[in-house]
């Protein structure tokens, strides 16, 4: 499967993105998908995750009450939904994808990925 993702972008600090990752060249509801973000010289850390059936999904500390993701399996996407953006929400954005049910918060259990979109929250 190859992932796209989009809609990074320059925001007010409180402001709110919509990122999207579309999907193509897999059965989209076979995958459970993932956002991950890497802030320059720090490591690439779990923000969020839905499962393929959509029934679930998990949150990182840091995006619970201000994230949330979801999924259109008919469209082949999935989005995360960023309200109340803070600097420190400044990084790149991934999506990834796994042939699983079970979500994980390791980069390492998703081998298919996005290229990225940029996000920048200024002060």
């Known amino acids: 499967v190859q992932l796209q993702a989009s809609g990074g972008g320059l925001v007010q600090a409180g402001g709110s993105l919509r990122l999207s990752c579309s999907a193509s060249?897999?059965?989209?509801?076979?995958?459970?998908i993932a956002w991950f973000r890497q802030a320059p010289g720090k490591e690439r850390m779990f923000v969020a995750g839905i499962a393929l059936s959509g029934g679930s999904s998990v949150y990182a500390d840091s995006a619970e009450g201000r994230f949330t993701i979801s999924r259109d399996n008919a469209e082949n996407t999935v989005y995360l939904q960023m309200n109340s953006l803070r600097p420190e929400d400044t990084a790149v954005y991934y999506c990834?994808?796994?042939?699983?049910?079970?979500?994980?918060?390791?980069?390492?259990?998703?081998?298919?990925w996005g290229q990225g979109t940029q996000v920048t929250v200024s002060s």
């Open positions: 060249g897999g059965t989209f509801s076979s995958y459970s």
């Open positions: 990834a994808a796994r042939g699983f049910q079970v979500l994980h918060r390791s980069r390492w259990s998703y081998p298919y």
